[in-house]
């Protein structure tokens, strides 16, 4: 699931930091539950801010009809953390902390990604149909965000 690459450097003094963001990366399985005993089946999953997650749940948003061969996100954040799931279809989800990329591939409903702040975040891949739910720790705040990678890798030590 996790595709790691090495980012280029043109600054042979550019040292890693100890932690980074990556490390706290993680899946989270959701409950599944399944009645078999219901005339028509279909399972239920729930998701409790945290419990589930490792925040409170100040934000929901969704992202759907995103055209084949699109990238969404694109952007990082100072301090929101995140929970990326893939309620229909699937998508990837590439992160990186300014060193390294990470890809997760995302295509159930009953798991999802954490995704803390400091990590530059992109969405690609979508199938058609796909629904890309985001569950985020703050209400929206445009301060937050580092729009552009270059503000991103000064913001890390890579400028």
């Given at each position: 699931?996790?595709?790691?690459?090495?980012?280029?450097?043109?600054?042979?003094?550019?040292?890693?930091?100890?932690?980074?963001?990556?490390?706290?990366?993680?899946?989270?399985?959701?409950?599944?539950?399944?009645?078999?005993?219901?005339?028509?089946?279909?399972?239920?999953?729930?998701?409790?801010?945290?419990?589930?997650?490792?925040?409170?749940?100040?934000?929901?948003?969704?992202?759907?009809?995103?055209?084949?061969?699109?990238?969404?996100?694109?952007?990082?954040?100072?301090?929101?953390?995140?929970?990326?799931?893939?309620?229909s279809?699937?998508?990837?989800?590439?992160?990186d902390?300014?060193?390294?990329?990470?890809?997760?591939?995302?295509?159930?409903?009953?798991?999802?990604?954490?995704?803390?702040?400091?990590?530059?975040?992109?969405?690609?891949?979508?199938?058609?149909?796909?629904?890309?739910?985001?569950?985020?720790?703050?209400?929206?705040?445009?301060?937050?965000?580092?729009?552009?990678?270059?503000?991103?890798?000064?913001?890390v030590?890579?400028?």
């Amino acid at each position: 699931m996790n595709n790691t690459r090495p980012l280029e450097s043109s600054n042979v003094a550019d040292i890693r930091p100890e932690v980074s963001p990556l490390a706290s990366v993680r899946k989270i399985d959701l409950p599944k539950i399944s009645d078999p005993s219901a005339p028509h089946g279909g399972n239920l999953t729930f998701i409790e801010g945290g419990g589930h997650v490792p925040f409170d749940i100040r934000r929901i948003y969704y992202l759907y009809d995103v055209p084949g061969g699109a990238m969404r996100g694109g952007h990082g954040h100072k301090a929101l953390h995140q929970f990326i799931i893939a309620l229909s279809g699937s998508f990837s989800l590439i992160l990186d902390d300014g060193y390294e990329r990470q890809r997760f591939y995302l295509n159930r409903s009953y798991y999802g990604i954490y995704v803390p702040p400091m990590l530059w975040r992109e969405l690609e891949d979508f199938s058609s149909g796909s629904v890309c739910l985001v569950l985020a720790s703050e209400r929206y705040d445009e301060s937050d965000y580092y729009r552009q990678y270059a503000d991103f890798l000064r913001a890390v030590g890579r400028a």
